[in-house]
């Protein structure tokens, strides 16, 4: 049966022990792992990207890799899963954070899809942007700005910086977007609107 309350730090060590496996054999097929519930774990990814264990910033990076490399999303609830465990933890924005971005040409053979936005997470996951890794910007409660986010892997967003933000302003353009014309970003062969260009304003 689930256990519904906190769990102790051996589940810890037995998800550890399980990513490190995985490590050197790519990335964990966590899409596939669909074990029991065991529990939380006092761990915690801030808005701000840093993770917590029992309310203890995790200082080293390359421990925070490995729990990202098996980190899985459900619905709206995240968990650490292994093939035979699966324990949740909080994410108060998003688990990661674009923090990087990079412009590459289109390819020689194909010009028409235009110049590739690539983005690097805090976790040094490059993420090329386009139609399996969209952009998506989502109103800011109480500011009237927007929040970009980027799809890193199945149901898992990063956040985009506020620098890169600025960066992805300077580089829109407008396009009509079912008949509407709209300022946003082109990536590869996509379009990710940002807002109706007749009603564009200073996004802070």
Partial sequence: MAKEGQIGGGALDSITGAAQSFASKGPAPVHLWNPAYCGEI????????????????????????????????EGDRYFLVT????????????PFLAVEMRK?????DQPESGPTLHFRTNVDDWVACGGDHPLRFDPEPGTGGLKPYLLVRRGLWAKVTRALF????????????????MFGVASGDAFFAMAPADRLREYG
């Fill in 42 to 73: 006092d761990m915690r990814i801030a808005a701000d990207g840093t993770w917590f264990y029992q309310k203890t910033p995790i200082g080293r990076p390359a421990l925070v890799k490995l729990f990202a490399s098996v980190l899985k999303r």
């Fill in 83 to 94: 093939p035979v465990e699966k324990c949740g933890i909080v994410v108060e924005d998003a």
């Fill in 104 to 108: 590459e040409p289109a390819p020689t």
């Fill in 166 to 181: 600025y960066d992805l302003v300077d580089i829109g353009e407008e396009q009509f977007v079912d008949g509407r014309r």
